[in-house]
């Protein structure tokens, strides 16, 4: 019997996508508001396709852009590093569906929560800031734990934080390995949602596959 259901945050309840273009305004507004047109929209696309969905190490990602634009004077990537992973949360996306899911898993009495991978600080705040925190029962931000998916034990740990056992516990999210593989390792159920950087990699025939998170309710 499942008693929970559990979900990844970025590509899953926020469109990470579309947060990284808001992200992307306020950079360059701050950083470089003399870079206009062309150039402006090259240097996004160069941000885009280095970034890789938000799987980098950040500091080295900002080292890789200074490089590449040639860019004379710039922060310190430490700096860039740190605007990224305190201000991310600003610009959150959240799916038109996700509010209204939540609420009617609430409704049917499902436990309810969110594990996700990143720095404290950065996943944190997103969550904070995504208007998603009261529907919460946990929060298991890797970087409080020091254990990332897909170790099963980050997910063994959100499941002993609301007293279920994993077995009776559903996992949404978008990543092929770190989301589904590490979900199934843990002995949870999974969907896996069909969006963003990974879209279409990897899909098992094994696991329920959704484009819009309304279609949780199908599942569950």
Same mark, same amino acid.
């Given at each position: 019997?499942?008693? %929970?259901?559990?979900?990844?945050?970025?590509?899953?309840?926020? #469109?990470?996508?579309?947060?990284?273009?808001?992200?992307?305004?306020? *950079? *360059?507004?701050?950083?470089? &508001?003399?870079?206009? !047109?062309?150039?402006?929209?090259?240097?996004?696309?160069?941000?885009?396709?280095?970034?890789?969905?938000? $799987?980098?190490?950040?500091?080295?990602?900002?080292?890789?852009?200074?490089?590449?634009? !040639?860019?004379?004077?710039?922060?310190?990537?430490?700096?860039? %590093? /740190? /605007?990224? #992973?305190?201000?991310?949360?600003?610009?959150?996306?959240? *799916? &038109?569906?996700?509010?209204?899911?939540?609420?009617?898993?609430?409704?049917?009495? $499902?436990?309810?929560?969110?594990?996700?991978?990143?720095?404290?600080?950065?996943?944190?705040?997103?969550?904070?800031?995504?208007?998603?925190?009261?529907?919460?029962?946990?929060?298991?931000?890797?970087?409080?734990?020091?254990? /990332?998916?897909?170790?099963?034990?980050?997910?063994?740990?959100?499941?002993?934080?609301?007293?279920?056992?994993?077995?009776?516990?559903? $996992?949404?999210?978008?990543? &092929?390995?770190? #989301?589904?593989?590490?979900?199934? %390792?843990?002995?949870?159920?999974?969907?896996?949602?069909?969006?963003?950087?990974?879209?279409?990699?990897?899909?098992?025939?094994?696991?329920?596959?959704?484009?819009?998170?309304?279609?949780?309710?199908?599942?569950?």
């Amino acid at each position: 019997m499942i008693k %929970a259901v559990l979900f990844d945050f970025d590509e899953t309840l926020q #469109d990470r996508t579309e947060a990284f273009e808001h992200y992307m305004d306020n *950079f *360059f507004k701050l950083y470089l &508001p003399e870079i206009k !047109g062309e150039e402006l929209e090259k240097r996004r696309e160069d941000m885009r396709v280095t970034g890789k969905g938000g $799987y980098v190490n950040r500091v080295e990602w900002y080292t890789l852009l200074i490089n590449m634009w !040639g860019w004379k004077n710039s922060p310190p990537a430490e700096e860039l %590093a /740190h /605007h990224y #992973d305190y201000t991310f949360g600003n610009c959150n996306v959240i *799916f &038109p569906n996700s509010e209204p899911l939540l609420k009617e898993l609430k409704r049917r009495g $499902y436990i309810l929560g969110v594990i996700t991978n990143g720095p404290s600080v950065l996943q944190n705040h997103k969550m904070q800031q995504s208007g998603l925190m009261p529907y919460m029962d946990v929060l298991v931000v890797s970087g409080d734990y020091g254990v /990332h998916k897909p170790d099963p034990q980050l997910f063994r740990i959100a499941a002993e934080k609301i007293g279920v056992k994993c077995e009776e516990c559903v $996992y949404v999210g978008d990543h &092929p390995v770190n #989301d589904i593989q590490g979900a199934l %390792a843990s002995g949870m159920k999974a969907i896996r949602m069909n969006f963003g950087w990974f879209k279409d990699v990897d899909l098992r025939p094994d696991v329920p596959v959704i484009e819009d998170i309304i279609d949780v309710l199908k599942y569950i």
